[in-house]
Structures are given as structure tokens and as C-alpha cells.
């Protein structure tokens, strides 16, 4: 059961950092291009290191394509996920992210022969619908481009592919060799960006810059225990355990919206609050039924 605490790490780090995103990406660094830029090169230039490090990086060339697609698509992903922030609100963008965990449950029992009990798929479900409903804002805009509603649905598919892949590759050859090569594939995006992007930098954004490259320094070790988990573990309940976070970053997120305003400031009405709780039960319970 080690992939429950690769899992968890994975999931406290990655509170941290969306807590942290929340406020650069609103205040300090608001160009999505650039965010894709300094993340991808912090993450998998980590990764390539990593790799060299803990691990013997020539495999077959079969695996080496096959590991580099899962970066490249985690690189995409990521980007396409920034650039939905910017084009569309959260309330329509969360729902979208989180049937992934049901896409690889499908995909993982054909592909994988994975055979959860009923109560891992009752326990899915539970916190697919407890991180839609505690994510979930009333619209403020009711005008959205109909176009970039298809951004969340490549971002969900992106991230959706790249956990199979994982899965899938680490069923071949060890972690270490193909975190090496997804940390290759991956840099190929941010390389691209910093030649053909002129971020215009504005004064604000350098010291959101600095922050950008911390953060992402937490989040590759958080995708570094998360990528473990699926190596160990079953995918379907590994990505399922993931998307407990949601209730995480609203504990957070309400703590410091009491102590720390200027960070953070998230007011809740009764009935809001009520709903948050009807969530959080959900995902606490689905919580229970992957791991029991």
C-alpha cells in the first residue's frame, strides 16, 4: 500500500503549489505562455537530472519514444490547463478536469486488466462529484467563446493519457530511465515557447518569475511521488486518490482567507458552506471505499 503515501505526498505538495498558483497567475505573472515556459523548464530539466542520477537511462528505443510522448504530453497538457484558466472560469473548467479519473478507469480496464471492486468504483464516482461540487462557483460571466471550451477537454485527455502511459511504460522498465525521458520529451514545448514567445516581461512579473520557479520545483517532486504511486499502484485509484485535493485546497484556501487575507480572500455563505460540506463528505467517503 506504499502508493497511498507516494499519493499523499504528491497531493500535500501539490495543495501548496495551487494555493501559490492561485495568487501568482492572479497577481504577478499573467501570461500563460510564459507560465508554461518557466514550469516546463524547471520541472524537466529536474526530471533529467533526476534520472541521470538514480538510474542507467539507455532502454530501448521503443521505450525511449514512448516515454518522451508522455512528457511532451504532460508538457501540452500543462500549457493547454494555463491557458484555460486564462479563457475560461473555473466553474466550467473544474468539471471538465475532473472526469479523468473515470476516463482511466474505463481506459485502464481494457488496457491493464484492472478489476477494482464495486466499492472502489462507488468510491471513484464519490469523489469525482465531491470535487465538482466543492470546486464549483456560480458563473459570474454567462458570455464564453464556445471554442475554448474545448481547452479543459485536451487538458483532461492530455493528463488522462499521460497517467496511462505511465502506467504502461513502468510496466516494462524501471522508474527511474523513463523519468529521464519524460523529463526529454517534456522540455521539447517550454524550448519551443522560449524561441518563438517574446514574453515582454513587466516588472512585477520578475519577482513572479522567481516564485514561478520555486513552485515548479514543488511541483516536479510532487509529479516525481504521483508518477511512483502509478508505477506501484493501480492508475484508476491512484488518479481517483488525486482528486482528493480539491477538498485539501479548500481547507486551505478558507484557513487563510480568515488569518491572511492578502494572500488569499474566500467569503462563504451559509448555503455555500453547506454544499462544501455535502462535498467534502463525498470525497472523504469515496477516500474510504479505493483504500479499504
Known amino acids: 500500500m506504499s502508493w497511498i503515501l507516494f499519493t499523499i505526498i504528491a497531493i500535500v505538495i501539490w495543495t501548496v503549489v495551487n494555493i501559490m498558483d492561485k495568487y501568482i497567475i492572479g497577481h504577478e505573472v499573467r501570461d500563460p505562455v510564459l507560465v508554461t515556459t518557466v514550469f516546463g523548464l524547471t520541472i524537466y530539466l529536474l526530471f533529467i537530472l533526476f534520472g541521470l542520477i538514480n538510474g542507467h537511462v539507455l532502454i530501448p528505443w521503443t521505450m525511449i519514444l514512448v516515454s518522451m510522448l508522455g512528457g511532451l504530453l504532460y508538457s501540452v497538457g500543462t500549457g493547454t490547463y494555463y491557458l ?17 479519473p473515470l476516463i482511466i478507469a474505463v481506459a485502464s480496464f481494457f488496457l491493464f486488466a ?61 522508474f527511474w530511465p523513463m523519468l529521464f525521458w519524460f523529463g526529454v520529451g517534456g522540455l521539447l514545448v517550454p524550448l519551443i515557447l522560449l524561441i518563438f514567445h517574446h514574453p515582454h516581461i513587466r516588472e512585477k512579473a520578475k519577482s513572479g518569475i522567481i516564485h514561478l520557479c520555486f513552485i ?53 455563505s451559509r448555503a455555500v458552506l453547506l454544499k462544501k460540506t455535502v462535498a467534502i463528505a463525498l470525497i472523504v467517503a469515496g477516500g474510504i471505499f479505493i483504500v479499504i
Not at 90 to 97: A, E, G, Q, T, Y
Open 114 to 174: 484492472e478489476r477494482l471492486t464495486l466499492m472502489n468504483y462507488v468510491g471513484i464516482i464519490a469523489i469525482v462529484l465531491g470535487a465538482i461540487i466543492i470546486s464549483h462557483k456560480k458563473s459570474i460571466s454567462k458570455v464564453t467563446h464556445k471554442g475554448f471550451l474545448i481547452l479543459p477537454f485536451v487538458a483532461m485527455g492530455m493528463f488522462a493519457f499521460r497517467n496511462i502511459l505511465i502506467k504502461y511504460i513502468t510496466l516494462e522498465i524501471s
Open 84 to 100: 484555460s484558466m486564462k479563457k475560461i472560469e473555473v466553474s466550467r473548467l473544474v468539471p471538465i478536469l475532473a472526469i479523468e
Open 216 to 268: 515548479a520545483l514543488l511541483s516536479g517532486l510532487a509529479l516525481i511521488s504521483f508518477t511512483k504511486a502509478i508505477s506501484i499502484g493501480s492508475v484508476s485509484l491512484v488518479s481517483a486518490l488525486m482528486s482528493t485535493k480539491p477538498m485539501l485546497v479548500f481547507f486551505v484556501a478558507t484557513f487563510l482567507s480568515f488569518f491572511y487575507p492578502k494572500i488569499i480572500l474566500e467569503r462563504h
